[in-house]
């Protein structure tokens, strides 16, 4: 699987958007981009995946660039429950035999 | 959605006792399921993947015969660390894929602590 960079920490105002940023330039064709985030002490919680075009669902969009090299995982109002660590995971698809690799994630701040 | 239960959800046991947990998948089947540990402050680390009717595959560096799998059904993998040590003291978290094509399901944890 493609390596992931992401910024270690940020910081959103309460209400405003929190755009996390991740880099995966050697990502493959048919490897998907795939955002988790772990709130203290819980399992982690799947957010959005996608291919090459850009995801919306009830919780984020994911914005991928036209080359793939690199994502943004956008809260659109983000709240103080979105506190979190957000994980950027590049992967194939297929489930069956296959684990997610965590790197370090980027630790959100949401501030009041 | 694909929920994945695990209890206990804390434990603390005495050194040299034997731990439990279980990883249920509560409405879909998982013929594979996978464990991770987590220490404080660091990001989680793959230490097996239970198989359904056979084996589990355990990470480098994981001993089978102390952190000890069963995948006794096709809703229900349970890890059992056996002789705890207070370096076992983590937080443990299974997952389970859910379709074809649905991203993994975690559990919410079970934190030990091995006194």
């Known amino acids: 699987d493609a390596k992931t960079t992401q910024p270690p920490s940020m910081d959103c105002a309460e209400g405003r958007a929190a755009n996390l940023p991740c880099n995966h330039s050697?990502?493959?064709?048919?490897?998907?981009v795939y955002w988790y985030r772990q709130i203290h002490s819980q399992g982690p919680q799947y957010i959005i995946h996608g291919l090459k075009n850009n995801e919306t669902n009830e919780m984020a969009s994911l914005i991928i660039t036209e080359d793939r090299k690199s994502s943004t995982l956008i809260l659109p109002h983000a709240t103080l429950r979105d506190t979190a660590v957000y994980y950027c995971?590049?992967?194939?698809?297929?489930?069956?035999?296959?684990?997610?690799?965590f790197g370090k994630g980027t630790s959100l701040l949401v501030t009041p | 959605g694909a929920v994945v239960s695990q209890h206990p959800s804390w434990v603390i046991c005495k050194s040299g006792t034997s731990v439990k947990i279980e990883c249920r998948s509560l409405d879909f089947q998982a013929t594979t399921m996978f464990w991770y540990r987590q220490f404080p402050k660091q990001s989680l680390m793959l230490m097996a993947t239970s198989n359904e009717g056979s084996k589990a595959t355990y990470e480098q560096g994981v001993e089978k015969d102390k952190f000890l799998i069963n995948h006794a059904s096709l809703t229900l993998s349970t890890l059992t660390v056996t002789s705890a040590h207070p370096e076992d003291s983590s937080f443990y978290i299974c997952?389970?894929?859910?379709?074809?094509?649905?991203?993994?399901?975690f559990g919410n944890g079970t934190r030990l602590t091995v006194t």
């Open positions: 995971i590049v992967r194939l698809l297929s489930n069956s035999g296959y684990a997610l690799n």
């Open positions: 050697t990502i493959s064709g048919n490897e998907y």
């Open positions: 997952s389970a894929p859910g379709t074809s094509n649905s991203p993994l399901h």
